[in-house]
Each structure stands twice: as C-alpha cells, then as structure tokens.
C-alpha cells in the first residue's frame, strides 16, 4: 500500500530551482513560435524565396528531433546540472550568432548550433525536477515548468512582431541573451551538483548519426521536389528511406538503444505516438504559413500579425488543463477524436480565407484551431504514456517530446512543399513578396485543406485504438509541445 503523499509548501530554495529550469522551458516556448512572425522579414533582408526562408525553422527542428533523446541520456552519463548549464550556453551563444548573422546560410548554422541547446534544454527539464524536488513536491514544479513553456510559446508571436517592427528581425534572437545569460549564473549558484545517474551507460552514437541523416534528408527531399533541384530531392528521399532502415535495425540490436523499438508492438502506443505527431504537423503548417497571409495577402504590419497569432495558443492554453482532467475522468479516446475533429473544422474554415477576409475571422478560426490541439494533446500524453510500463516512462516521455517536434519539422517541410505545387515554381524560386497577394492566398488555401486531411487521418487513428483506464494522470505535466 502507497502511503498518501501531503501537500507542502516549497521552500524559497526549491522555488528557485524550478524557476532557473523553467527559464529554460520558457525560453524554448518563446523561440518555437517567436521565430515565425519573422520569416517574412527575414525573407525580404536576404531576398530569398519562401521555402529557403523556411529552413530557418528546419535546420533548427532536425536537429532538435535528432538530439532530444541523446541528450536525455546524456544527462543520466555526465550529469544533470553540468549538461543542462552547458546546454543553456550553446542555446545562448547561437542565439548571439544567429542576430549576427550576415546571409541566411551563416543565420541556418547559427540555429543548427543554437538547437543544440535547445534539445539538451527540453530534454532535462523534466527529469532535473523529479530528481532534485521531493516527491509531494513535483506536481507544482511540472505545472509551473508547463506555465512557462505556454507563456512563452503564447508571447512568442507578440514579442517577435514588436521587435521586429519596432527594431529589426535580429532582435528576436537577442532578446534570448539576457534570459540566457541569467539563468547559467543562478543555475551555477543554485542547482545542486548530483552524481550522475548512469555514469556507466553508453550514448548510442551511430544511432543519433542515422537519425540526423534520415531526418535530414527528408526534409531537403520534401522542400525541394518543386525546385529545380526535384532530381537530387527524389534521391535524397531514397537515401532517408534507407538510413531509416537503417535506424530501426540498429535500435533493435543496439544493447542501450535511443528508442526501444519493442515499445512499438503495442498497436495502441504506436498510433497514439502517430497521432502525437499529426495534432503537431496541422498547428505547425498553420503558424508557418500564418505570417505570410497575414503580412502579405493582408497587409498587416507584423507587430499586428503577431497579435493576431496569439489566437492559436491562448486557444491551447484554456483547453489543455480542462481536457487533461476530463480525460482522467471519461478516458482519453473521446477527447483525442473530439480535438482532432476540433482541429479540422477550424482548418476548412482557414481553406476559405482571401484577400477580403476580417481578421476577426482569422482570429477566430486560430483560435479554435488552437482549442481542438488543446483538447487532443493533453489526453494524448496521457494516453501514450498510460501504454508504458512504469519502467519505460523515461523513454516513452523523451519519444513524445521526438514525435511531437517530429510533427513541427514535417509540418513545415509539406506545407511549403503543397504550396509550392500549388503555385508551381515561383515560391521556391522567388521571394514571396514578389507574388500577387490573390496567387499566394489560393495557393494557402490548397495547403490549409491538406492539413485538414492530416487532422482526419488523426481521427481515423484513433478509432482504431483500443483504449483502456490506465490511471495515469496528466496533473502538473506539461501538456503543448511546439
């Protein structure tokens, strides 16, 4: 029998560890969507076209994807405290790198070296909180880690669109360099310097190189087959489908593997984890594309646009607590169906916009966007994680946050690549801006109805789950993803 575990109170000293790691939530909440108010702007500083503007995104999310779960496991080798801080440092110095960066590709290697950062900073958050703070504490630690991943995700769009306004693009990258450069001192004088936990334990090194490879070659195949290099796409698709071969054999006989692939031979856990993915790829392909509509069909400047934006996570911020504890209640397979089906409505009714649409429309349909992610996202996590023995919470935790940033990354890389066939060659070989505002809005129109096809085949998924009460709770864990 469990003994029950007794609110308390955190001390001032637990209080300021959990804000030193929620700085590192926050600041990966504020640069997953303060970037792409800015795509716009940064287009028309380096006259690039649409699709080579997007790998500004890219870059950053394969190597996020890539690097979450190595850095998870690097922590339990080397130490919490030491690679979190060190993380941090990364994350800061290709933030500086990144608002000093004179061409666009120097600015696509300061974000690949800044993501590497950001994995090491996502990937520990959570397990430096159940490992310094009692156990009565951590569900308010989780929450207020959530709290500060929403706040940043939802002043991302604002913040962006008033630096870049008022300043410049670059100032979206500094303003990360105070919050980075505080949270290393007080992280330095605060956070206790444990023994590792698994010193003896091995980084399956191979297994991050194929997957940096597979991933990477998916997305150049994606964002390019409506180039002129379509030739060296379809061949770089040929080579991801064979390092991902290459991937799932060699977890599958690796001894200390990134991903135990025997996880997958629950039906339930592997489409719930597919789902994961999808609810991500219609909200990232929406906040991608969003911006330009906005500046560029509608003429708005992007301070506004950023204001606009907002929609989409307040939308996700008053729906995921609700939904979290609804679905330990009634169980999580209606409310997943219910937000995938949330989130479709809301993308036809996005495949209507023009050129003569209210922004008050566009804000309302963002918003119930926002709300079916919401709905679906929280019982997802629950749902995911119920399928795990307790053993392979772990693991099962770091593969959500992969499949979730999974979704980001070909979110971004097919939405460019259906608006580039809609519009032929002009968006991968021109910059947008040079584009009648008529051409672009029909050509988001055709991408916005293939996201709301995503979204179905989420929902489609899920009727094939079999789902059980497993008693898992999604109190105090952070529930959005970006």
């Known amino acids: 029998m469990h003994e029950p575990v007794t609110r308390q109170r ?127 504490l951590r569900g308010q630690a989780l929450g207020i880690v959530a709290m500060f991943t929403m706040l940043g995700a939802a002043l991302g769009p604002v913040v962006g669109g008033f630096l870049t306004s008022a300043f410049s693009w670059r100032f979206i990258f500094y303003v990360n360099l105070p919050v980075g450069i505080l949270a290393i001192v007080l992280g330095l004088y605060l956070l206790p310097s444990l023994s590792p936990v698994a010193p003896e334990a091995r980084l399956d090194l191979p297994g991050v190189a194929l997957i940096f490879v597979a991933l990477g070659t998916l997305i150049y195949g994606l964002t390019s087959l409506q180039g002129a290099a379509a030739m060296s796409a379809v061949l770089a698709l040929i080579v991801s489908a064979t390092f991902w071969a290459f991937f799932f054999f060699r977890e599958r006989r690796a001894a200390e593997p990134l991903i135990d692939m025997r996880l997958f031979s629950n039906r339930s856990f592997s489409l719930q984890n597919v789902s994961v993915m999808l609810i991500q790829m219609g909200m990232a392909g929406v906040m991608v594309l969003m911006p330009f ?40 397979k209606k409310p997943i169906i219910i937000g995938f089906a949330l989130c479709a409505v ?39 994680m119920g399928e795990s023995a307790p053993k392979d919470r772990g693991t099962t935790s770091g593969l959500i946050k992969m499949m979730t940033n999974l979704g980001s990354a070909l979110g971004v890389a097919l939405v460019m690549l259906v608006a580039a066939a809609a519009l032929g060659p002009k968006l991968a070989d021109a910059s947008a801006h040079a584009i009648p505002p008529a051409e672009l809005a029909g050509a988001f129109d055709i991408t916005f109805l293939f996201l709301m096809g995503v979204e179905i085949l989420g929902m489609v998924l899920m009727l094939f789950v079999k789902e059980k009460m497993n008693g898992y709770t999604t109190d105090g864990e952070p529930v959005a993803g970006f």
Not at 105 to 127: E, T
Request: proline share 4%.
């Open 293 to 332: 509509f906005l500046e560029l069909v509608k003429q708005l400047p992007t301070d506004t646009a950023g204001t606009v934006l907002l929609a989409l996570p307040i939308g996700m911020i008053l729906t995921s607590p609700i939904a979290g504890r609804f679905s330990d209640v009634i169980g999580t």
């Open 346 to 384: 809301a993308l036809f009714f996005l495949s209507t916009l023009g050129p003569q649409t209210s922004v008050g429309h566009v804000g309302i349909y963002l918003f119930l966007l926002g709300a079916g992610t919401g709905v679906a996202y929280a019982p997802l996590n629950s749902a995911v």
């Open 10 to 136: 955190m001390s001032p000293k637990d209080l300021m560890i959990v804000i030193v790691i929620s700085l590192g939530s926050f600041m990966a909440g504020l640069d997953a969507t303060i970037v792409n108010i800015a795509l716009p702007s940064i287009a028309r500083a380096f006259d690039v076209s649409t699709v080579t503007a997007s790998w500004v995104l890219n870059a950053y999310l394969i190597i996020l994807v890539s690097l979450l779960l190595a850095a998870s496991r690097l922590g339990d080798i080397k130490g919490y405290r030491r690679v979190f801080l060190t993380g941090f440092v990364i994350f800061t110095a290709g933030s500086a790198l990144c608002g000093l960066a004179p061409t666009i590709d120097i600015l696509i290697l300061s974000r690949m070296l800044q993501a590497i950062g950001g994995a090491i900073i996502a990937a520990l958050g959570a397990v430096m909180v159940t490992s310094y703070l009692a156990l009565s």
